[in-house]
């Protein structure tokens, strides 16, 4: 087959040749390094839950430190699910924006605020969590009480990144004066769409926070509506997670072509999939409450199905990305029906972590497929299977390909070039075998009836036929700590390297369309009909049922009169 | 939702200027249709199993 | 916003149209996608609203602060309501379940209704699709057919603080023989055998 090419367009040129000033290259490098710390603290105690599975108990040497294997479990995934995650993606965003537009910040004040109120917060909530004073895990469900501390802090950091938020849409938007008819670059405009979506997605747990659970940790409210509070949570809980994703989706569309040595297959389809998740990402949250008692059935099926409508960019996004993964190996001289794959860039560790964490991603997807099928949530709701599922999605489509992507971005922000290309190849290839071992074994305790968030080694009912599984996440979390390790190794000698001359810099990666993005349907473009029409798919799937919860709320649950943990 | 949008332009990737042919995508892609299917209708077949609740 | 709608492309001087350009083989799995997607939608519609294999939904409210003193959690535990009927309340509450035993017969079909006194905790029947969440305010209820002799744990799925792993409890399933025996034994509780360990729970 022939492939012929599309040379860049000049203001493509133009946009690519924009170089981060020192400014900007420290303040995307502090998101980078709060999150990377995060990662690090997180899930170093990752493996401690893991052995407790198999009966080795490290906590108790941690005494401490750490009192509790719940108090691990809360700074795991308070760490690596909210604080790594959500200082990463906005620090990347930061970096899209600029780079993808080829300017400036039109408010770096702004972002700056919203920095630092992120800052604030992130030592607000830390200091209860290290005190024990707030071991709730991460979802905020009253009557369970953490320090108001937490509450605030947690707040705070949301807020931030809404400010922050504000900044980048600003920036796109004198752009967009500058550049009239001209069709906003892809990664911009995807992660402005993001941040979009997470404004609208994070007002459920903020007015939970600032209405029922801000009130009631100082004390001037007794009680809470517990049904009411998970509706709110869950209204942002699940569009959180395409939060995490969708930056994880920009650089698998807009950057890992280019890395492969070749072109974004669909610039269109690319868009489409992204106003797709603004709009269908926040009305499915019920899937997370089929089993609640205060819903009705019917309502968790709408919600179903929405849940299955917000799977199909996903589909998209498998065949767009595959086949600009295929065009880039058949330029590299792959064929073969499958044989193409090994004729990808595997030597490169950006290129290796992206596409393991996108090969896990596949079987992620079909968990959560399954997870969404309203009646067989029966079978796997709050069991071990859930945390098997989201350390496929959460902990590797987007955590490894994070990884990844620090891979070229730290090189790049500081002058200097990735230590150990072979290590960091095989602390890939460590956290895909380990997690293999590990979400798998989860997924069969789940099917057995092995709840979440249980110190299972040791839980009274455990029959035996739950041993093997048992002991293989203790196995996994092993060898995953073993990846963690691997990669803070890279890390560290990264940043203590030597500088080195510019040409040995690795370069930010942005992956031009097979098709000129001029072709693009303007409606792609736009903003306002797909804000418009999210506002009203969110008032017919939440609205009825919102405002039925709110007024017949009763805040009568005190919760225990004693610190449960 | 959106595919009636789409089908309108159901013939325009003439004007696309490459020849490339994803056959090793569908492929993949269908490996995983057939996965998703199996993984999904093997915990289908356990909620059968496990009795109704109503 | 009417003006920039109207915009076409700069670059080429030709002025191609504008396009998705999707690929065939990629219009071909969009709609792979969508039967997978409402194959499956209909699977789980039929099974769960023609075949039984329902969630739990609004049942009744309470306050969870005087649950434990007056209605049907003030003694919970199993009431036969009529021939392999019946009806079992439990109780959850930081960090017990009352009774911590249900015994049953053989093919006993049991509306199972379940609250919380204090935290959010989870009620799952192992082996069984019997899986609702436990919130304070809140009746959580499904029925279920015990089809099977042995022990089937219920355990709490939700994390309610330090000693969540020790919560559950057990149904055991028995043969209609070894259910006879066993009521006769305690002769007067047939109607609520647990009103016993209720007690010993909540000392």
């Given at each position: 087959?022939?492939?012929?090419?599309?040379?860049?367009?000049?203001?493509?040129?133009?946009?690519?040749?924009?170089?981060?000033?020192?400014?900007?290259?420290?303040?995307?490098g502090g998101?980078?390094?709060?999150?990377?710390?995060?990662?690090?603290?997180?899930?170093?105690?990752?493996p401690?839950?893991?052995?407790?599975?198999?009966?080795?108990?490290?906590?108790?040497?941690?005494?401490?430190?750490?009192?509790?294997?719940?108090?691990?479990?809360?700074?795991?995934?308070?760490?690596?699910?909210?604080?790594w995650?959500?200082?990463?993606?906005?620090?990347?965003?930061?970096?899209?924006?600029?780079?993808?537009?080829?300017?400036?910040?039109?408010?770096?004040?702004?972002?700056?605020?919203?920095?630092?109120?992120?800052?604030?917060?992130?030592?607000?909530?830390?200091?209860?969590?290290?005190?024990?004073?707030?071991t709730?895990?991460?979802?905020?469900?009253?009557?369970?009480?953490?320090?108001?501390?937490?509450?605030?802090?947690?707040?705070?950091?949301?807020?931030?990144?809404?400010?922050?938020?504000?900044?980048?849409?600003?920036?796109?938007?004198?752009?967009?004066?500058?550049?009239?008819?001209?069709?906003?670059?892809?990664?911009?405009?995807?992660?402005?769409?993001?941040?979009?979506?997470?404004?609208?997605?994070?007002?459920?747990?903020?007015?939970?926070?600032?209405?029922?659970?801000?009130?009631?940790?100082?004390?001037?409210?007794?009680?809470?509506?517990p049904?009411?509070?998970?509706?709110?949570?869950?209204?942002?809980?699940?569009?959180?997670?395409?939060?995490?994703?969708?930056?994880?989706?920009?650089?698998?569309?807009?950057?890992?072509?280019?890395?492969a040595?070749?072109?974004?297959?669909?610039?269109?389809?690319?868009?489409?999939?992204?106003?797709?998740?603004?709009?269908?990402?926040?009305?499915?949250?019920?899937?997370?409450?089929?089993?609640?008692?205060?819903?009705?059935q019917?309502?968790?099926?709408?919600?179903?199905?929405?849940t299955?409508?917000?799977?199909?960019?996903?589909?998209?996004?498998?065949?767009?990305?595959?086949?600009?993964?295929?065009?880039?190996?058949?330029?590299?001289?792959?064929?073969?029906?499958?044989?193409?794959?090994?004729?990808?860039?595997?030597?490169?560790?950006?290129?290796?972590?992206?596409?393991?964490?996108?090969?896990?991603?596949?079987?992620?997807?079909?968990?959560?497929?399954?997870?969404?099928?309203?009646?067989?949530?029966?079978?796997?709701?709050?069991?071990?299977?859930?945390?098997?599922?989201?350390?496929?999605?959460?902990?590797?489509?987007?955590?490894?390909?994070?990884?990844?992507?620090?891979?070229?971005?730290?090189?790049?922000?500081?002058?200097?070039?990735?230590?150990?290309?072979?290590?960091?190849?095989?602390?890939?290839w460590?956290?895909?075998?380990?997690?293999?071992?590990?979400?798998?074994?989860?997924?069969?305790?789940?099917?057995?009836?092995?709840?979440?968030?249980?110190?299972?080694?040791?839980?009274?009912?455990?029959?035996?036929?739950?041993?093997?599984?048992?002991?293989?996440?203790?196995?996994?979390?092993?060898?995953?700590?073993?990846?963690?390790?691997?990669?803070?190794?890279?890390?560290?000698?990264?940043?203590?390297?030597?500088?080195?001359?510019?040409?040995?810099v690795?370069?930010?990666?942005?992956?031009?369309?097979?098709?000129?993005?001029?072709?693009?349907?303007?409606?792609?473009?736009?903003?306002?009909?797909?804000?418009?029409?999210?506002?009203?798919?969110?008032?017919?799937?939440?609205g009825?049922?919102?405002?039925?919860?709110?007024?017949?709320?009763n805040?009568?649950?005190?919760?225990?009169?004693?610190?449960?943990? | 939702?959106?595919?009636?949008?789409?089908?309108?332009?159901?013939?325009?990737?003439?004007?696309?200027?490459?020849?490339?042919?994803?056959?090793?995508?569908?492929?993949?892609?269908?490996?995983?249709?057939?996965?998703?299917?199996?993984?999904?209708?093997?915990?289908?077949?356990?909620?059968?199993?496990r009795?109704?609740?109503? | 916003?009417?003006?920039?709608?109207?915009?076409?492309?700069?670059?080429?001087?030709?002025?191609?149209?504008?396009?998705?350009?999707?690929?065939?083989?990629?219009?071909?799995?969009?709609?792979?996608?969508?039967?997978?997607?409402?194959?499956?939608?209909?699977?789980?519609?039929?099974?769960?609203?023609?075949?039984?294999?329902q969630?739990?939904?609004?049942?009744?409210?309470?306050?969870?602060?005087?649950v434990?003193?007056?209605?049907?959690?003030?003694?919970?535990?199993?009431?036969?309501?009529?021939?392999?009927?019946?009806?079992?309340?439990?109780?959850?509450?930081?960090?017990?379940?009352?009774?911590?035993?249900?015994?049953?017969?053989?093919?006993?079909?049991?509306?199972?209704?379940?609250?919380?006194?204090?935290?959010?905790?989870?009620?799952?029947?192992?082996?069984?699709?019997?899986?609702?969440?436990?919130?304070?305010?809140?009746?959580?209820?499904?029925?279920?057919?015990?089809?099977?002799?042995?022990?089937?744990?219920?355990?709490?799925?939700?994390?309610?603080?330090?000693?969540?792993?020790?919560?559950?409890?057990?149904?055991?399933?028995?043969?209609?023989?070894?259910?006879?025996?066993?009521?006769?034994?305690?002769?007067?509780?047939?109607?609520?055998?647990?009103?016993?360990?209720?007690?010993?729970?909540?000392?």
């Amino acid at each position: 087959m022939t492939i012929e090419e599309r040379p860049a367009t000049a203001t493509e040129t133009a946009r690519q040749g924009y170089e981060l000033t020192r400014w900007e290259r420290r303040f995307i490098g502090g998101h980078l390094i709060i999150a990377i710390t995060a990662l690090a603290i997180g899930s170093l105690i990752g493996p401690l839950q893991a052995l407790e599975f198999s009966n080795v108990d490290l906590y108790q040497y941690l005494e401490p430190v750490l009192k509790s294997y719940y108090q691990g479990l809360t700074l795991h995934g308070v760490l690596n699910a909210l604080v790594w995650t959500t200082f990463f993606i906005v620090g990347f965003t930061n970096l899209t924006t600029i780079k993808g537009l080829g300017r400036p910040l039109s408010n770096p004040k702004v972002n700056q605020v919203g920095f630092i109120t992120m800052i604030v917060g992130l030592v607000m909530a830390a200091v209860p969590m290290l005190l024990n004073q707030a071991t709730v895990l991460y979802t905020f469900y009253p009557p369970l009480e953490a320090s108001w501390a937490f509450y605030c802090g947690l707040t705070l950091v949301v807020v931030g990144s809404w400010i922050e938020g504000l900044g980048f849409y600003l920036t796109l938007r004198a752009w967009r004066r500058d550049n009239r008819g001209v069709r906003s670059p892809f990664i911009a405009l995807a992660g402005v769409i993001n941040a979009a979506m997470w404004q609208i997605a994070t007002l459920g747990i903020a007015v939970e926070m600032l209405t029922m659970l801000i009130p009631w940790s100082f004390g001037i409210t007794d009680a809470t509506d517990p049904q009411l509070a998970r509706t709110y949570f869950w209204f942002t809980g699940h569009p959180l997670v395409y939060f995490w994703l969708l930056p994880a989706y920009v650089s698998w569309y807009g950057m890992l072509p280019k890395q492969a040595g070749g072109k974004l297959f669909s610039d269109s389809l690319a868009r489409l999939s992204f106003w797709m998740f603004l709009l269908v990402s926040v009305p499915v949250g019920f899937h997370h409450q089929f089993v609640d008692p205060g819903i009705p059935q019917v309502w968790k099926w709408i919600h179903a199905l929405l849940t299955y409508a917000v799977f199909f960019p996903s589909m998209l996004t498998a065949f767009t990305v595959i086949a600009s993964l295929e065009y880039a190996a058949r330029r590299r001289g792959g064929t073969g029906l499958i044989g193409w794959v090994r004729a990808l860039p595997w030597d490169d560790p950006s290129v290796t972590a992206q596409l393991l964490a996108g090969i896990l991603f596949m079987f992620g997807g079909i968990g959560g497929l399954t997870n969404a099928s309203y009646n067989i949530n029966l079978v796997i709701h709050n069991t071990a299977w859930v945390p098997g599922h989201f350390h496929l999605t959460v902990a590797t489509a987007v955590t490894l390909s994070f990884i990844g992507i620090t891979y070229w971005l730290v090189p790049m922000l500081m002058g200097k070039q990735l230590w150990g290309r072979k290590i960091a190849v095989a602390q890939s290839w460590t956290w895909f075998v380990g997690m293999v071992i590990f979400s798998n074994a989860m997924h069969m305790l789940g099917l057995l009836g092995a709840p979440r968030r249980t110190p299972l080694g040791e839980a009274l009912y455990v029959p035996d036929e739950w041993n093997g599984h048992l002991l293989r996440v203790s196995i996994g979390g092993t060898i995953l700590l073993v990846a963690v390790l691997m990669y803070l190794l890279v890390m560290i000698k990264t940043v203590r390297g030597p500088k080195v001359e510019a040409a040995l810099v690795p370069q930010m990666p942005v992956a031009e369309s097979l098709r000129d993005p001029q072709l693009t349907p303007v409606w792609l473009d736009r903003f306002k009909p797909w804000l418009i029409a999210a506002g009203v798919l969110l008032l017919l799937s939440y609205g009825p049922q919102l405002i039925d919860q709110i007024v017949h709320m009763n805040l009568n649950a005190p919760g225990t009169s004693f610190r449960p943990w | 939702m959106g595919t009636t949008a789409l089908d309108d332009h159901s013939d325009d990737v003439s004007d696309s200027t490459e020849h490339f042919k994803p056959t090793g995508t569908v492929f993949v892609l269908a490996l995983f249709v057939a996965t998703i299917i199996l993984l999904w209708a093997s915990v289908y077949v356990i909620l059968l199993s496990r009795g109704v609740t109503l | 916003m009417s003006t920039e709608l109207d915009e076409r492309p700069s670059g080429g001087a030709a002025e191609p149209p504008l396009t998705m350009g999707i690929d065939p083989w990629e219009k071909n799995w969009m709609r792979v996608s969508i039967a997978l997607l409402v194959i499956f939608a209909i699977a789980i519609t039929i099974a769960g609203f023609a075949g039984g294999f329902q969630l739990p939904g609004p049942e009744s409210e309470l306050d969870p602060r005087t649950v434990t003193q007056s209605g049907p959690w003030a003694q919970p535990g199993l009431r036969q309501i009529g021939d392999g009927q019946f009806e079992a309340y439990v109780l959850a509450q930081t960090w017990n379940f009352a009774p911590r035993e249900l015994v049953v017969p053989v093919g006993a079909e049991v509306d199972i209704y379940v609250t919380s006194a204090d935290l959010q905790h989870g009620f799952k029947i192992t082996d069984t699709n019997v899986n609702m969440m436990v919130v304070p305010g809140q009746v959580s209820k499904l029925s279920f057919t015990f089809d099977d002799i042995g022990e089937f744990p219920y355990i709490c799925t939700e994390y309610c603080g330090q000693g969540h792993a020790a919560m559950y409890g057990t149904v055991k399933v028995v043969s209609e023989a070894d259910y006879a025996a066993l009521t006769t034994d305690t002769a007067t509780e047939t109607s609520d055998s647990s009103a016993t360990q209720t007690t010993e729970n909540q000392g």
